[in-house]
Structure formats: structure tokens, C-alpha cells
């Protein structure tokens, strides 16, 4: 069983930046396959950033334009969301999510296996 507990979100002003967490507990964060998926209201789920086991891999919305970096700190057991020039159309509950399946990168929120509970991020004009 995994458990993914997120942290770090807030509210800040367009153009500011926010870094946001995702401890890891259960398994250790080398073997796993984890992303962020984001969910803005009356909207769908949608993916934001992968990054495969090793950590060496990544791969990103379209609409991230090169402002976001998803990394992993295997002592820490945790993955991180660099988020900058941030806009207000990024506002939503983020979520970290991992899978049991065989896959290179975790792209699609249905392929999903385990989820945190989401943080609040808040881009205002």
C-alpha cells in the first residue's frame, strides 16, 4: 500500500511561483512511476507532469510552456512541483498519484492506482 500525502500549496499573486510536495510512504520512491494531475472546478481531471522511477525521465502538459519542473528526492522519499509564472488559469487542487502498472510514465489519471488528498493553489490577477 502507498500513501501520498501533498503540501505546499497557497495562493500568490500572477507571475509568483510555488513548490509543491508529495511524501511517499510504503515503497520507496525509485521504484515507482508518479505524476500531478490538477482539477480546476466544473472541470475535468487533467495531467500536468510524469516522471519515471529513476527519476531521469519527464514529461509535461502542453500548457506547462517550460514554467513547471517535476523532480524527485529519493532520501526524502518525496517528488516536487516547481510551478513558475504562474497564472491564473492554473488555479485548482493539485494531486500526486502513482500506479502499480507496468508503465514507463503515468499519463492518464484512469491508470492511477493511488492518490493524495490534493492541495489548494490559488492564482489571483
Known amino acids: 500500500q502507498v500513501q501520498l500525502v501533498e503540501s505546499g500549496g497557497g495562493s500568490v499573486q500572477a507571475g509568483g511561483s510555488l513548490r509543491l510536495s508529495c511524501v511517499t510512504s510504503g515503497r520507496t520512491i525509485n521504484t515507482l512511476v508518479m505524476s500531478w494531475f490538477r482539477q480546476a472546478p466544473g472541470k475535468e481531471r487533467e495531467f500536468v507532469a510524469a516522471?519515471?522511477?529513476?527519476?531521469?525521465?519527464?514529461y509535461y502538459a502542453a500548457f506547462v510552456k517550460d514554467r513547471f519542473t517535476v523532480s524527485k528526492d529519493g532520501a526524502k522519499n518525496t517528488m516536487y512541483l516547481q510551478m513558475n509564472s504562474l497564472e491564473p488559469e492554473d488555479t485548482a487542487i493539485y494531486y500526486c498519484a502513482t500506479s502499480d502498472q507496468n508503465t514507463k510514465l503515468l499519463t492518464f489519471a484512469t491508470r492511477a492506482d493511488y492518490w493524495g488528498q490534493g492541495t489548494q493553489v490559488t492564482v489571483y490577477s
Open positions: 516522471i519515471d522511477r529513476s527519476g531521469s525521465g519527464t
